[in-house]
């Protein structure tokens, strides 16, 4: 009789060791507290970090009921995990954090590609609006480009040129630092151009016609390419943007008496 009593008596509940819990309902609380750090965390340093001029939305109230979604979610997820297991409060944190965080930044990356993309699709209408204003159209490609010597000296092996460094753009404002540094984040690669105001037949015609503009458009510069001589604008390369906006200038610089193209260099 007694031993049938042993059989049918509920199991033991664990015993539990001084620091540690098995509570149903903090289980499901520091799942949840996880879960709402995992996603909310990673935007708060963003936030911290903006410029002040920068009107960017880092919480709209959407985001606030993803995050207490994902912490709701989680909380069960870690419930059923360690049902009645003794844990530190700590283990059970870091258990509950990987998942969350892994989510977090994958939505984080998607939602900032779109945001990339739909800000490149706006700057692009905005550049195709001013190239039809001002009459500038993208033409041809540039394989390889090189300064001509103020002299022009062309000795009989060939044209003597430099190579052009393409690290800095002094397009008419001046110019840049050389090194932009490393970056890790999401951006869109844009081609870089040119902006040709002239082709020329010959070396000693682009030195001449490069000084000639270069009473009116400073920066004119003549410059050799796998296509030929040319008079350009500046001494490298730069974004589309900048070099459509060098362009108009140089156009306007020049009351309509050039008409500048925009070669890409590859």
């Known amino acids: 009789m007694f031993e049938n009593e042993g059989r049918n008596a509920a199991p033991a509940a664990p015993e539990e060791v001084q620091g540690t819990t098995a509570n149903p309902g903090a289980k499901f609380a520091i799942g949840m507290l996880a879960g709402i750090a995992a996603v909310l965390l990673p935007r708060l340093l963003a936030l911290l970090s903006k410029s002040d001029d920068a009107h960017i939305v880092f919480f709209p109230p959407s985001y606030f009921l993803l995050a207490a979604g994902v912490g709701a979610f989680l909380g069960l997820v870690m419930l059923v995990l360690e049902y009645q297991v003794p844990t530190r409060p700590k ?151 900048e070099a459509l906006l060098a362009a108009a200038r140089a156009k306007k610089a020049a009351n309509d008496a050039v008409q500048p193209v925009l070669v890409e260099v590859k």
């Open 91 to 241: 283990e059970t944190f870091m258990a509950a954090l990987g998942i969350p965080a892994v989510l977090s930044g994958a939505l984080g990356t998607a939602a900032t590609a779109e945001t990339v993309t739909d800000l490149a699709r706006d700057a692009e209408r905005l550049r195709q609006s001013v190239r039809q204003e001002q009459g500038i159209v993208k033409e041809g490609v540039f394989n390889r480009l090189e300064a001509v010597p103020l002299q022009a000296v062309e000795p009989a092996g060939g044209i003597s040129s430099l190579p052009i460094p393409f690290v800095s753009n002094a397009y008419a404002q001046g110019n840049r630092s050389a090194s932009e540094g490393v970056r890790f984040g999401v951006r869109v690669e844009q081609p870089r151009y040119v902006v040709v105001l002239k082709k020329s037949g010959s070396a000693e015609q682009a030195v001449q016609d490069a000084k000639r503009l270069g009473a009116s458009i400073p920066g004119a510069r003549a410059v050799r390419s796998d296509k030929g001589y040319f008079v350009v604008l500046g001494s490298a390369p730069a974004g589309e943007t």
